[in-house]
C-alpha cells in the first residue's frame, strides 16, 4: 500500500518549453501534496504544498508563475515548469500525504523526475 | 521556523561494522522525526519514523533510531552494516500539526561502506 508514482522518470526538454510533471496515488487518497526539488548531492527543498481543489501554496523564494501546481483530484497532482531553463534542471519529487491517516504527518514520496533542460 | 542539522556529510564505515548517523533538529514543539535513505538517482524510502511513545524506533532494514529530546536529537544507528547500505541518508523533521506542511530535510549524509 502507499505507492506514489510520478510520470515521467526523466524528460530532456529545449529551453524555453514547457513540461508537465505528473504525481498520482495509487491506493489511497491524498488530499495534500507536495512537491520538492533536489539539486545534485543536495538535499530536498519543499516548492509548494498542493492541496485538492484549491491553489497551492508556495514556499519563499519559488516563483508560482514559472512552477503551476494543479491538484484536480484526490489522487492527482501536477507540476509545470513553464518556459523551462537550463537552471531549473534539477530532480523534482512529489509526495503525498493520505488523507485516511489524519492527524499524522506521513508522506508517501514518488521515485522522482530528472528534468534536463538543454 | 524548524530546521535539522546533519553534521557528517560523509561517512565511512567497514562492512559489518556499526554506524551511527548523527541529526540534530531545531523545532519549538515536539516533532515528528523521520530518516530516510536515498539510492543514486532513486526517490526516498522511509527508514523509520518518530511520533510519539517509546523513544527508540524500530525500522527496516535492521536500522534504529533514538529521540532524545533533552539533545535535540535523532541519530540512526545500525550494529553491522552490509554493502548494500552504501547511500545518502536524509533525517527530516515535520511539524506536529497534522500533516499539513511539508518535510524539512537535512542536508544528508553521504555512507560509503569499505570491503
Known amino acids: 500500500g502507499a505507492v506514489v508514482s510520478q510520470h515521467p522518470s526523466r524528460v530532456i526538454c529545449k529551453s524555453g518549453t514547457s513540461v508537465k510533471i505528473e504525481c498520482r496515488s495509487l491506493d489511497f487518497q491524498a488530499t495534500t501534496m507536495f512537491w520538492y526539488r533536489q539539486f545534485p548531492k543536495q538535499s530536498l527543498m519543499l516548492m509548494a504544498t498542493s492541496n485538492e481543489g484549491s491553489k497551492a501554496t508556495y514556499e519563499q523564494g519559488v516563483e508560482k508563475d514559472k512552477f503551476l501546481i494543479n491538484h484536480a483530484s484526490l489522487t492527482l497532482s501536477t507540476l509545470t515548469v513553464t518556459s523551462a531553463h537550463p537552471e531549473d534542471s534539477s530532480f523534482y519529487i512529489c509526495?503525498?500525504?493520505?488523507?485516511?491517516?489524519?492527524?499524522?504527518?506521513?508522506?508517501?514520496f514518488g521515485p522522482g523526475t530528472r528534468l534536463t533542460v538543454l | 521556523a524548524q530546521s535539522v542539522t546533519q553534521p557528517d556529510i560523509h561517512i565511512t564505515v567497514s562492512e559489518g561494522a556499526s554506524l551511527e548517523l548523527r541529526c540534530n533538529y531545531s523545532?519549538?514543539?515536539?516533532?515528528?522525526l523521520f530518516w530516510y535513505v536515498q539510492s543514486p538517482g532513486q526517490g526516498l524510502q522511509l527508514l523509520l519514523k518518530?511520533?510519539?511513545?517509546?523513544?527508540l524506533v524500530q525500522g527496516i532494514k535492521g536500522f534504529e533510531a533514538e529521540f532524545k529530546r533533552s539533545q535535540s536529537s535523532f541519530n540512526l544507528r545500525k550494529p553491522s552494516v552490509h554493502w548494500s547500505d552504501a547511500a545518502e541518508y536524509f533525517c527530516a523533521v515535520g511539524a506536529r500539526r497534522g500533516g499539513a506542511d511539508g518535510l524539512t530535510f537535512g542536508k544528508g549524509t553521504h555512507l560509503i561502506i569499505q570491503p
Open positions: 509526495s503525498a500525504r493520505d488523507a485516511g491517516l489524519a492527524g499524522l504527518n506521513e508522506q508517501f
Open positions: 523545532y519549538g514543539a515536539t516533532p515528528y
Open positions: 518518530y511520533f510519539s511513545g517509546d523513544t
